[in-house]
Nanobody, 115 residues
Framework: QVQLVESGGGLVQPGGSLRLSCAASGNIFSIYVMGWYRQAPGKQRELVAT??????TAYADSGKGRFTISRDNAKKMYLQMNSLKPEDTAVYYC???WGSGLDAWGQGTQVTVSS
């Protein structure tokens, strides 16, 4: 099993920055890709960014140039979000794919961008 816990959400003004963290535990060495997803009220969950075990990253168009995904070891992943916009308001979820294609999700952290 893999367990994920997010932190770092909150309220920020437009143009501000936030750094989200995701702590992984359990069978972490079987994780081969991790990512961030978000879900705004009334909308489907959408991909934000992914990073694989060799550090290759990919971003949705909505975050390119503003968001940076990173990992510092098998246990921690981050999402640095700059130049935040009101449309970035959502619950952000940490995701991991591990083992034979199993998915693990965190409980989510709220990000609100508002003046």
């Amino acid at each position: 099993q893999v367990q994920l816990v997010e932190s770092g959400g909150g309220l920020v003004q437009p143009g501000g920055s936030l750094r989200l963290s995701c702590a992984a535990s359990g069978n972490i060495f079987s994780i081969y890709v991790m990512g961030w997803y978000r879900q705004a009220p009334g909308k489907q969950r959408e991909l934000v960014a992914t990073i694989n075990r060799v550090g290759t990253t990919a971003y949705a168009d909505s975050g390119k140039g503003r968001f940076t995904i990173s990992r510092d070891n098998a246990k921690k992943m981050y999402l640095q979000m700059n130049s935040l916009k009101p449309e970035d308001t959502a619950v952000y979820y940490c995701h991991a794919r591990w083992g034979s294609g199993l998915d693990a999700w965190g409980q989510g952290t709220q990000v609100t961008v508002s003046s």
